[in-house]
C-alpha cells in the first residue's frame, strides 16, 4: 500500500534579529512581560525593502529542503503553499515559488489559507495525493511575513509581541515501507469562532476604497485582532483533542510518542500540553523562544530544526498538532 514519506526539511528566517528590548521603545512593554506570558525572547523581521518575501523564502527554505532529499527540482510533481501573508493579494505564492525554483514543467500549485494549522492541512492534502497516486512527490511550504502588518504601538502589542516572520518546507515521496511515513492526518474547525482571531480588513465586504475615504487613523480592523484569554482556553482543549485522536486511530498512547512538535503558538501553551500529556523535555521540541509565533511556517521550521539538532531520528514516532485562526486544528502522526 502506498503512503507519504517526508524526505527532505528545510527551514529559512530572516537576519535581523528583534528582540523584546527592542520592542520596549514602541510600546508599554517589557521583557520580562513578555517573556512571562509568551516565553518568547526574540524573533525574527524581514527588512522593509530588502530580498525577502513570503515566496523567497519559501524558495530558501525549499531549497534547503530539496538538497537535503536528494532530488532535483524536477522531481517535484506539485506544490501546496500554506500561508496568511501572500506577497500579492492575489496571485497566490504558490506560482511565484514555481517560477523561482526554476521548474522546467509546469506543475500545479495550490495555496491553503488556513493559518496556523495551514502546514498540516497542506501535508494531508499532499499525502491524499501521493496515497492516490496521482503524484509522486510534492512539495509543502509554509512561510509568512507578519512584521509587516503589526501594530508596534501600545494599542497592539498583545498581538505584536508574538509574531515573526520565516519558512519552512518539506519534500514528501511516496513509499512502500509498511508502517512508515504519515499514519493519518486529522483536520477539524469551528467557524463560530473565527472573529477571536481574525484580520477583518480591507476586504471585498470593505475595499480599499472605503478606507482611503474614511481615512480614520483609529480604524484598527487593517491590524490582526486576537482575543487572548479565549484562543488560549480553547487551544489547549483542542491540542489534546486532536492529538489523542491521532494516537488512538493508530492503536497508540501519549507514552509511546518520541517527539511532540506543536505549532509554536506561545510556549505556555506548549507545557500545559506537555504537562497534561506527561512528557518529558526531550520529548517535546520549542523554538518559539527566537522566532516567535510563524504561523504556517512554525511547525515545519521547528521539524526541520529537530531533525538538524539530531532529535528526531530514524523510527520515532512524530505527532506534529496545530490550533489556530479559524477556528482551524489538525494534527499528522508520522513514523520517521
Same mark, same amino acid.
Given at each position: 500500500?502506498?503512503?507519504?514519506?517526508?524526505?527532505?526539511?528545510?527551514?529559512?528566517?530572516?537576519? #535581523?534579529?528583534?528582540? #523584546?528590548?527592542?520592542?520596549?521603545?514602541?510600546?508599554?512593554? #517589557?521583557?520580562?512581560?513578555? =517573556?512571562?506570558?509568551?516565553?518568547?525572547?526574540?524573533?525574527?523581521?524581514?527588512?522593509?525593502?530588502?530580498?525577502?518575501?513570503? $515566496?523567497?523564502?519559501?524558495?530558501?527554505?525549499? =531549497?534547503?529542503?530539496?538538497?537535503?532529499?536528494?532530488?532535483?527540482?524536477?522531481d517535484i510533481d506539485f506544490i %501546496?503553499?500554506?500561508?496568511?501573508?501572500?506577497?500579492?493579494?492575489?496571485? /497566490?505564492? /504558490?506560482?511565484?515559488?514555481?517560477?523561482?525554483?526554476?521548474?522546467?514543467?509546469?506543475?500545479?500549485?495550490?495555496?491553503?489559507?488556513?493559518?496556523?494549522?495551514?502546514?498540516?492541512?497542506?501535508?494531508? *492534502?499532499?499525502? =491524499?495525493?501521493?496515497?492516490?497516486?496521482?503524484?509522486?512527490? %510534492?512539495? %509543502?511550504?509554509?512561510?509568512?511575513?507578519?512584521?509587516?502588518?503589526?501594530?508596534?504601538?501600545?494599542?497592539?502589542?498583545?498581538? $505584536? *509581541?508574538?509574531? /515573526?516572520? /520565516?519558512?519552512?518546507?518539506?519534500?514528501? =515521496?511516496?513509499?512502500?515501507?509498511?508502517?512508515?511515513?504519515?499514519?493519518?492526518?486529522?483536520?477539524?474547525?469551528?467557524?463560530?469562532?473565527?472573529?477571536?482571531?481574525?484580520?477583518?480588513?480591507?476586504?471585498?465586504?470593505?475595499?480599499?476604497?472605503?478606507?482611503?475615504?474614511?481615512?480614520?487613523?483609529?480604524?484598527?480592523?487593517?491590524?490582526?485582532?486576537?482575543?487572548?484569554?479565549?484562543?488560549?482556553?480553547?487551544?489547549?482543549?483542542?491540542?489534546?483533542?486532536?492529538?489523542?485522536?491521532?494516537?488512538?486511530?493508530?492503536?497508540?498512547?501519549?507514552?509511546?510518542?518520541?517527539?511532540?512538535?506543536?505549532?509554536?503558538?506561545?510556549?505556555?501553551?506548549?507545557?500545559?500540553?506537555?504537562?497534561?500529556?506527561?512528557?518529558?523535555?526531550?520529548?517535546?521540541? #520549542?523554538?518559539?523562544?527566537?522566532?516567535?509565533?510563524?504561523?504556517?511556517?512554525?511547525?515545519?521550521?521547528?521539524?526541520?530544526?529537530?531533525?538538524?539538532?539530531?532529535?528526531?531520528?530514524?523510527?520515532?514516532? *512524530?505527532?506534529?498538532?496545530?490550533?489556530? $485562526?479559524?477556528?482551524?486544528?489538525?494534527?499528522?502522526?508520522?513514523?520517521?
Open positions: 500500500m502506498k503512503s507519504a514519506k517526508i524526505i527532505g526539511m528545510g527551514h529559512y528566517v530572516p537576519d #535581523n534579529v528583534v528582540t #523584546n528590548q527592542q520592542l520596549e521603545p514602541l510600546m508599554d512593554t #517589557n521583557d520580562a512581560w513578555i =517573556q512571562e506570558r509568551t516565553g518568547i525572547k526574540e524573533r525574527r523581521h524581514i527588512v522593509p525593502g530588502g530580498e525577502d518575501t513570503t $515566496s523567497t523564502m519559501a524558495t530558501k527554505a525549499s =531549497q534547503m529542503a530539496i538538497e537535503k532529499a536528494g532530488i532535483q527540482v524536477d %501546496v503553499f500554506a500561508t496568511l501573508s501572500p506577497d500579492y493579494y492575489f496571485p /497566490g505564492p /504558490g506560482v511565484m515559488l514555481q517560477q523561482q525554483l526554476g521548474f522546467k514543467k509546469e506543475i500545479g500549485a495550490l495555496d491553503i489559507r488556513n493559518q496556523c494549522s495551514g502546514f498540516v492541512y497542506g501535508l494531508s *492534502v499532499a499525502d =491524499q495525493f501521493i496515497k492516490t497516486g496521482m503524484y509522486k512527490t %510534492v512539495l %509543502v511550504v509554509g512561510s509568512e511575513v507578519h512584521s509587516g502588518g503589526l501594530d508596534f504601538t501600545t494599542r497592539g502589542r498583545g498581538v $505584536s *509581541v508574538i509574531f /515573526g516572520d /520565516g519558512a519552512g518546507a518539506a519534500i514528501l =515521496q511516496v513509499t512502500e515501507e509498511k508502517g512508515k511515513g504519515i499514519l493519518s492526518t486529522h483536520l477539524h474547525s469551528e467557524g463560530q469562532h473565527a472573529e477571536e482571531l481574525a484580520l477583518i480588513g480591507p476586504a471585498t465586504t470593505d475595499w480599499v476604497p472605503n478606507y482611503i475615504e474614511r481615512n480614520d487613523a483609529e480604524d484598527i480592523r487593517y491590524y490582526p485582532y486576537m482575543n487572548g484569554n479565549f484562543v488560549f482556553k480553547h487551544a489547549v482543549v483542542r491540542f489534546q483533542q486532536v492529538i489523542q485522536e491521532a494516537l488512538e486511530q493508530n492503536g497508540y498512547q501519549a507514552d509511546d510518542i518520541d517527539m511532540l512538535i506543536p505549532h509554536q503558538a506561545n510556549l505556555r501553551i506548549s507545557q500545559f500540553i506537555q504537562k497534561q500529556m506527561n512528557l518529558t523535555d526531550e520529548r517535546v521540541f #520549542n523554538n518559539i523562544q527566537k522566532y516567535g509565533n510563524t504561523t504556517a511556517a512554525s511547525i515545519p521550521l521547528a521539524l526541520s530544526e529537530a531533525l538538524e539538532e539530531g532529535k528526531v531520528k530514524a523510527g520515532d514516532l *512524530v505527532c506534529l498538532a496545530a490550533f489556530g $485562526s479559524g477556528f482551524t486544528w489538525a494534527s499528522a502522526l508520522i513514523r520517521w
